[in-house]
Nanobody, 120 residues
Framework: QVQLVESGGGLVQPGGSLRLSCAAS????????MGWYRQAPGKERELVAA???????NYADSVKGRFTISSNSAMNTVYLQMNSLKPEDTAVYYC??????????????WGQGTQVTVSS
């Protein structure tokens, strides 16, 4: 069984910063890739940023230059540093990981989501 636990969301003023964390646990053999998605009210879930075990990163155009994704060396924790936040960044942010376990192959897992609200 695999769990992804997110933390770090909250309320921040425009121009402020937040750092999200997502820790994976369970019978994990490997994770690749790991990333963050977000879903705003009335909108579809969209990719924000992703990172591979080789360190390659991918960002949505709307966050390039403002957000940075990183992971620990074990690739079981991923971070999203969000700077220069805008009201349009308000959404529930979800961690996602493609996890290969010791017992059941590779599947995609999601965290429970963490709310990020950017408002004055």
């Amino acid at each position: 069984q695999v769990q992804l636990v997110e933390s770090g969301g909250g309320l921040v003023q425009p121009g402020g910063s937040l750092r999200l964390s997502c820790a994976a646990s369970g019978s994990i053999f490997s994770i690749n890739p790991m990333g963050w998605y977000r879903q705003a009210p009335g909108k579809e879930r969209e990719l924000v940023a992703a990172i591979t075990s080789g360190g390659d990163t991918n960002y949505a155009d709307s966050v390039k230059g403002r957000f940075t994704i990183s992971s620990n060396s074990a690739m079981n924790t991923v971070y999203l540093q969000m700077n220069s936040l805008k009201p349009e960044d308000t959404a529930v942010y979800y961690c996602n990981a493609d996890v290969t376990t010791y017992y059941s192959g590779t599947s995609s897992y999601w965290g429970q989501g963490t709310q990020v609200t950017v408002s004055s």
